[in-house]
T-cell receptor, first 110, second 112 residues
């Protein structure tokens, strides 16, 4: 049973557009969420993490978290072709061990 | 800055063969992890270790062994490679609980 569900599986947005990615955990013990980005043929790199209810913004990237529903979302504004990648959501309970979702493949069309 | 190095980068094995993948980090991180990633998919945890000589099974540990003889290194053994198996094995390390992971560049495995 997949404990971290991501949607959509794939997403195409035009250059300059907004990309919105979703992630939900089914593990009530989760207290941290992470977003990683993985370009093709490369290793995942951490983008943002969030553990408090609400919103966190870093440049073009905004992450939201609703702890009651264990739902997080990543929003990328002014999307660039270089943002095209696999976006992985991960959740960690107090053990610190990350469980990853299957990811969303984002394609930004010039 | 530190680095996490995986060797080899590519590994071609034969069905039934025992194969070992190695990972070294110089961050002085306590916790190390082995994940498997099938093409275009998410990461599944095979083994992790919170300190030297500690081993904890992940969701995908069957068919694998691991070893953490030193704090800086963590190796993974595929005990009997399965024909047509193709995946990327990613090693990661972290300071510990609620710290982000740093990943190695991966070992790409193909079994013929």
């Amino acid at each position: 049973q997949q404990k971290v569900q991501q949607s959509p599986e794939s997403l195409i947005v035009p250059e300059g557009g907004m990309a919105s990615l979703n992630c939900t955990s089914s593990d009530r013990n989760v207290d941290y969420f992470w977003w990683y980005r993985q370009h093709s043929g490369k290793s995942p790199k951490m983008l943002m993490s969030i553990f408090s209810n609400g919103e966190k913004e870093e440049g073009r990237f905004t992450v939201h978290l609703n702890k009651a529903s264990l739902h997080t979302s990543l929003h990328i504004r002014d999307s660039q072709p270089s943002d095209s990648a696999l976006y992985l959501c991960a959740a960690s309970p107090n053990t610190g061990k990350l469980t990853f979702g299957d990811g969303t493949v984002l394609t930004v069309k010039p | 800055g530190g680095i996490i190095t995986q060797t080899p980068k590519f590994l071609i094995g034969q069905e039934g063969q025992k194969l070992t993948l190695k990972c070294q980090q110089n961050f002085n991180h306590d916790t190390m992890y082995w994940y498997r990633q099938d093409s275009g998919k998410g990461l599944r945890l095979i083994y992790y270790s919170i300190t030297e000589n500690d081993l904890q099974k992940g969701d995908l540990s069957e068919g694998y062994d691991a070893s953490r003889e030193k704090k800086s290194s963590f190796s993974l053994t595929v005990t009997s490679a399965q024909k047509n198996e193709m995946a990327v094995f990613l090693c990661a390390s972290s300071r510990g609980r609620n710290s982000d992971y740093t990943f190695g560049s991966g070992t790409r495995l193909l079994v013929i």
